[in-house]
């Protein structure tokens, strides 16, 4: 009869997949940090990256959305628009966002730089036989941008930029609705949890609105 022997190292946990990984929802720019990003990309030329940052707070889109975005969906002509629409990957509905004067001016100069055509990907892919930026590659650029102001660059994502003006706009205003429409989402509940809005915010909102 053959006994088994004890063998602590194989009923030793396996170590976790995500083992030095920041675990969590990214945390938003805030608005100082906004600014310090774009100081940074402006006056080292970062065309194209200046046009990408300003656009994704604008937008407050998906990372794949943003990257598959044409120029003919933000320009008209040679000037960008106002407000724009586009249907969203995930869900397949129609979201509309703002582009603010700054942002127009970005990304009219990274259009024009570019010398991009209006069927074009508005952010080109250097990668042979790839049609535009790929999700994975504009998440290491958000992490450059997290980087370069001195931040920890594993605690910032794609998801980062998608949640900066939606914050900034529950945070001055209060409007979980309006937020929810920003963010494209179906169900207000989406968009409390996406953002992270604790009881004590809630709370807050509450006794701010009168009834």
């Not at 194989?10 to 990984?21: D, Q, T, Y």
């Not at 920041?22 to 608005?31: A, D, E, M, N, R």
């Not at 990907?121 to 001195?150: D, E, N």
Request: aromatic share 6%; hydrophobic share 40%.
């Amino acid at each position: 009869m053959r006994l088994l022997t004890y063998n602590p190292i194989s009923l030793a946990p396996p170590e976790p997949r995500n083992k030095g990984k920041f675990v969590g929802p990214k945390p938003p720019f805030k608005l100082q940090e906004i600014w310090a990003v774009r100081i940074r990309l402006d006056p080292e030329h970062r065309i194209r990256d200046l046009a990408m940052f300003n656009l994704a707070i604008d937008s407050k889109l998906r990372g794949c959305d943003l990257v598959r975005l044409k120029v003919s969906d933000v320009m008209h002509g040679r000037h960008a628009v106002a407000r724009a629409l586009v249907v969203q990957h995930k869900t397949q509905q129609p979201v509309r966002f703002e582009i603010t004067e700054q942002t127009r001016d970005a990304v009219e100069a990274w259009v024009d730089h570019a010398s991009l055509a209006k069927d074009s990907r508005l952010f080109t892919s250097r990668v042979p036989g790839s049609p535009h930026l790929s999700t994975r590659q504009y998440g290491r650029i958000v992490k450059r941008w997290a980087a370069m102001i001195g931040r920890n660059p594993r605690e910032y994502g794609t998801h980062s930029l998608r949640r900066t003006k939606a914050t900034l706009v529950c945070r001055r205003t209060k409007n979980l609705r309006a937020v929810q429409l920003l963010l494209g989402h179906t169900k207000l509940e989406s968009a409390v949890r996406y953002l992270g809005i604790e009881v004590d915010d809630a709370l807050e909102i509450s006794e701010q609105t009168g009834a």
